[in-house]
Structure formats: C-alpha cells, structure tokens
C-alpha cells in the first residue's frame, strides 16, 4: 500500500511531505532532549531489523500464501512512538531509494500513512490503555491486534483521501474504499498476529524492555495536542503557499486542459475532494483565472494548429503522436551517444 | 572489437543472484553502482537532489489526460542512465518489477471514463485510456529518476545533502545507522532462513508460532547488539553527537547541471515539445 509518485498531484505531495517532516523535526527534537545516547543505535539497528524480518516469512493461519512483517505498531511497542515514528521514516526512505517503493513525492504520503497512524494514533490511543504499565499476556494481545488493525486501516484510508485529493486516479471513492478496506482488515489482523506474538516472546524472554520501552514513553512527556498542532501548523502553511503558487503560475489543470481542448471546464469534477481542493485554490489565489486568459488568447493565436482532443481532429493527434515519437527517439539516441562515448576506444 | 549485435555482458554485479539473496543483493547493486566516477558522479548531491526533485514535481504536476508532453521528460532519466553508465536494461528490469500499486489503481481508470477522447485512423480512444497511459509514463519517469539517483549518488551522499539542506541531525543519523547495519542483520535473517530451511521439509516450521520465536530471538539479538555497538562508541569518545566528517563545495559545475535541467523542465511544462516537434515534422514533410 505504497502510495506511488504516479498518483499524486504537486499540491498533495507537497502537503504530505511538509506534515511529515514537520513530524520528523518535531520528534528528532523530542529524542534530542530525552536520550541517553543509547537509543542513536537502537533506532537504527531496529529499522535494519525491519528489514531483516521482511525476508522471513511466516504461512498465515487458514490461507497457505505467506506473509511478512511490515512492523509500524512493533517499533511503537518497543521504542515508543517518536523513535518509532523517526525509524519507519528512516525505512521507508530506504525503501523509496533502493527498492522503488512508493517514490520521493511521495514519501511524505507513506510516511504519513505508515509512520503517523501506528505512531500516534493506534499507540497511544489503543495500545497503551490497553497494555497498562504493567502488561499481562492478554493485555498484550489485545492491544497490539486492535492497534495493528487501526493503524492500517487509518493508513489505507489515507491513501484513499490522498489518491482522491490528487485527482489522477478515476475510482469512484466508495469503489476505493471497498477495495481498500477489507483487504487492510485481513492485512492488518495478520499483522496484529504477528506483532502480538513477537511482543509476547519478548514478554517473557526479557519483560524488561516493554518496561523500559513504555517508561520512555511516559518519560518524554506524550502531547497528542503538540502532535496536532505541529501538523496542523505546517500542513495549513504549505497547503496556502502551493496553493497560491500553483495558481500564481498557470494551473496545471486549466491550463494544460485549456490548451488541448479549448476549454476549461472538461477536466473540473466538482464533486468530491478534487473539486473542494480546486475552488478553494480559487478562492485564494492571487490573480484568479484572470491574468492567464490573456495569455492562452495569445497563445491560440500564435499556434495555428492548436489540438483539440475532442473535437477529433486527426491532424493534430496525429502529429503529437509523431512528435511524441520523435522525441524518444531523440532521448534514445541521446541515452546511446553518452554510452558509447565512455567505452574504451 | 566486438561482434556486432553480440549482447554485451551485464557487469558482474547485475547478473542474476540466488533466489534468497535477492533483497541484499539489490542494496548493494545500486550502492556499487554509485562508486563509479562520471563527472555526473562528481557533481554535488545537493545539486543532483534538488534537480531530481524537480524533475518529479514537473512529471506530477501534468494534467491526468497528458501524455505528449510528458515524453520530452524521458531525456533526464536518460541522461541520468546514459552519463552515469548505470546499466540501463538492469534498471528497467527493475522498474517493471516495482511496486505495482500506482498500476493497479491507474487501470481503472479505463473502467470509469468511457468518453471518447482522441479518433485515430477511425478508431476512437476512451479518455480513461490515455489517463492510464499518462500513469504508465509519470510512473516509469518518477521511478526511473529515483532510482538513477541513487545509482548515481549513493545513499550515503543523499544523506549528507539531506543534512546539509536542513533535515535534522538525529534523523540523518538514523538513516546512516539503518543503512550501516542493514547489511549485517540482512545477513542475520537470510542465514535464520536457511537454517530452517534445511532443518525441515514440506513448509513446515513456517508457522506462527515458530515465525514469533524466530523473530524474537533476531530481535533479542539485534538489541543485544545495539547495546555492543552503543559500548564501543561511548569507549572510541561518543557524546550524543556525530560528526559527518565529508566537505562538497557546490561548484559552478553544480550550478550549471541545476540550472540547466530545471529551466528544461521548465520549458517542457510550457510548451507541448513534442507536438511542437511533431509538426516541424510534418510541415517539412508537407
């Protein structure tokens, strides 16, 4: 359930990314002011361990397919949720580096999706009332299930809102989020399984450190107020910058739409998140719609051929097509020229 | 010389690992691949991030029916690809391998949006089409950006262009630690696999319970190591603070390679270039 780059739109992206990294500021902070040098290392062998554990997999109960841990309300249960948030942070970096997962707009989606909600939302609300300060076998289990299942059903719902908010994907939102959902429900039990199983072994191998892990916890003083605000803060912040930005500049959508069909309204679904997002991007724009006409004026003017999709022109498509193929034939030869100009004469 | 045509070897590195190590082996690949030294390897991190980033933000910021105008883009992945001498068949490969969500959503998209949009030799194609197709294109050029970064930079570059942008210090420290050990408890788990493997038949030993112990005990394990590692670093003068002891200078070189590829990218946002191209074409064929 990586959120992938393909989907989103500049404007969710950019919000995402700044909400989760006003998190990772906030809790870097947090460590700083709380650690005792002890958990520099721990963090980051247990991310490594995150990875570690993805490549043993376990027949889930009842199916015979196998699974892996994805370990979000593991950390929380172990390190707390700042050290937790910063470590999923930490691996799903890696993961959008090294393996492609998801992509570098956006991380802050996954991040948000994966690190916020089992950090500070499942954790504290659901896991540590139910674990209590001093935890018993059933305790356990209880809070690491339902704190898996929220957590993950919180994060694909995320990705639900954010795939919507972008506008590129066409699903009907409640066809999403009946494809979403469910599968997150099975995904996330097997998960709480998997967590509460992991966290008993270490129950009663070493109860020491759930201990530590829940005293840490309590001793860096958890603000789910400062959480919120933090993320209200940045995410109003940058949500009015790029909104004003994006408008300032011809918006992508109008714009583009404008020039390939020749009008605007095409593209506007005015329902929905999209559509809310867009009119507010309206309502506070600079110069709305306005200075832009101008220009698309000019430049109808100045291209006689301009295309026009639904008016099936076939001249116009035809030469897109065309150019379009020209183009990667020049990339191509571009990419051959650089190769072989580096071989060993 | 060589035979024309003769398929030439992949370096040692991207051929096919055995079939446990893949994950392992893919960190290394790209991490091996950034030791080379291209001028591009020589560039700044900062300035191949923040075009990078750019790059990316054009691609997703086209409307969702744009797929010509996209296509000009490929040239920076490309060229990404091409200067840095990454193996471009390796990162394809790679790429139709990825994370299949973006596809998975995207090709509903022909589900929901029936109207036709574009007439082709008579044959008319349905607006949820080309948007499935822009996602293919955004999805290709985004992942191949990312990934000819890190091939080109290293992890641990990013890193310190992360921190020299402004990304906090604890955090970059972890990322330096995961990346540090990822390597060492990788190792662990795979050798955890293989034991048990070879100790039992017909998938057994895979259940819960067994999983649980498995990963506890790499857990116990891993924790015991924390501790080792925190030991030698407080005996070798650690205070709560690491320093990154590597200089850049962001050259005019670096300025160059920024400049030029954004105001490319910004160029390509402006004008449709491949239509434009396209009745050049045609015009002089005419």
New interface residues.
């Given amino acids: ?10 404007t969710v ?1 950019g919000v995402m990314w700044a909400a989760s990294g006003g998190l ?2 906030y ?3 947090k ?2 002011d709380a ?1 005792d ?2 958990s ?10 995150i ?9 889930i ?1 009842g199916t015979g397919s ?1 699974g892996h ?1 994805g370990g979000g309300m593991l950390l929380s249960i ?1 390190l707390g949720p700042y050290a937790a948030f ?2 999923i ?3 799903l ?2 993961q ?10 956006a991380l802050g989606c996954n991040i948000f999706n994966l690190g916020f909600f089992p950090c500070f939302i499942a954790y504290p609300l659901l896991y540590k009332p139910l674990a209590g300060e001093n935890p018993t076998r059933g305790r356990i289990i209880a809070g690491s299930i339902l704190g898996a299942v929220l957590s993950l059903q919180l994060g694909a719902f995320g990705v639900v809102l954010e ?1 919507m908010a972008s ?6 939102f409640h ?2 989020v009946m494809l979403m959902q469910p599968i997150h429900l099975a995904i996330g039990v097997v998960e709480g ?2 967590t509460a ?2 966290a ?3 129950f009663s ?2 109860p020491e ?1 759930l201990r530590i892990a829940a005293g840490h916890a309590a001793a860096t003083g958890f603000s789910m107020k400062k959480v919120l605000a933090v993320l209200g803060i940045t995410a109003i912040l940058t949500g009015g910058a790029l909104s004003w930005f994006a408008s300032a500049y ?1 918006d ?2 109008e714009w ?2 404008a ?2 069909s020749g009008k605007e309204e095409l ?1 506007a679904p005015e329902d929905g998140v999209h559509g809310a997002l867009a009119s507010l991007q309206e309502k506070t724009a600079f110069l709305p719609d306005y200075a832009f006409k101008a220009s698309q004026g000019e430049a109808v003017e100045a291209e006689p ?1 301009e ?1 026009a ?2 008016a ?1 022109e ?11 193929g ?3 034939l ?3 030869a ?6 072989n100009r ?1 071989k060993p004469v | 010389m060589k035979k024309a045509g003769a398929k030439k070897p992949l370096p040692f590195f991207c051929m096919k690992p055995m079939k446990l190590n893949t ?2 082996f ?2 290394g690949v ?1 991490d091996r691949l950034a030791e080379q030294n ?1 001028p591009l390897h020589r560039l700044d991190p900062r300035a191949k991030l923040i075009t ?2 750019g790059f ?2 054009t ?11 996209l ?2 883009l ?2 920076y992945p ?2 990404l ?3 840095g ?1 990454l193996p ?1 068949r390796y990162l394809f490969k ?2 139709l391998i ?2 299949p ?2 596809l998975f ?2 090709v ?2 022909p ?3 029936r ?7 008579g044959v008319a194609i349905s607006a ?1 089409w080309i ?1 499935f197709a ?3 294109l ?2 290709v050029l ?2 191949s950006a ?2 000819a ?2 091939g080109i930079t290293g ?1 641990n570059a ?1 890193c310190m262009a992360l921190s020299r942008i402004g ?5 970059i ?10 390597f ?3 190792d ?3 050798r ?2 293989r034991a048990r493997s070879l100790r039992s038949f017909k ?1 057994r030993g ?11 005990q ?3 394990r ?2 015991d ?3 080792r ?2 030991r030698s ?2 005996c070798r003068g ?1 205070d ?1 603070e ?1 320093r990154l002891n590597r200089e850049f200078s962001f050259t005019i070189h670096d300025l160059v390679f920024c400049l030029f590829w954004l105001s490319f990218f910004g160029l390509a946002r ?1 004008f ?11 015009r002089m064929t005419a």
């Fill in positions: 359930m990586h959120m992938a780059d393909a989907l989103l739109s500049p992206g990772v500021v809790c870097s902070r460590l700083r650690t040098g002890m520099v290392p721990l963090m980051g062998v247990m991310g490594a361990f990875f570690a554990a993805q490549m043993i997999n376990f027949t109960p196998s841990l172990l910063l470590t942070a930490s691996v970096v890696v959008a580096l090294f393996f492609a997962d998801g992509g570098l707009l795939t506008g590129i994907s066409e699903l009907p066809v999403f399984l998997v199983a992991v008993l072994f270490i191998a070493r450190i011809p992508g959508l583009s739409m020039k390939t593209e051929v295309p999709w639904p099936v076939a001249g116009a498509s035809v030469s897109g097509i065309v150019g379009g020209l183009t990667l020049l990339a191509g571009v990419g051959l020229f650089l190769k580096r | 994950t392992l893919e960190l790209l291209t990078t980033l990316i933000f691609v997703v910021s086209f409307n969702r029916y744009e797929i010509s105008a296509l000009p490929t040239i490309v060229f690809i091409g200067a001498d471009g790679k790429i990825a994370s969500f973006a959503v995207g509903f998209n589900f929901f949006d109207a036709p949009m574009v007439m082709l030799h949820g948007s822009s996602v293919v955004r999805f985004t992942v990312a990934l970064l890190i992890f990013i990304v906090p210090r604890a955090f420290i972890q990322l330096l630690f995961l990346y540090r050990y990822l060492v408890l990788t662990e788990g795979l955890m696999v998938g895979t259940g819960l319970k067994i999983y649980a112990n498995m990963l506890g790499l857990l116990l891993t924790m190591r924390a501790q590692i925190h670093m407080l650690f709560g690491i402006s449709n270039l491949s239509l434009l191209l396209g009745q050049l074409a045609s």
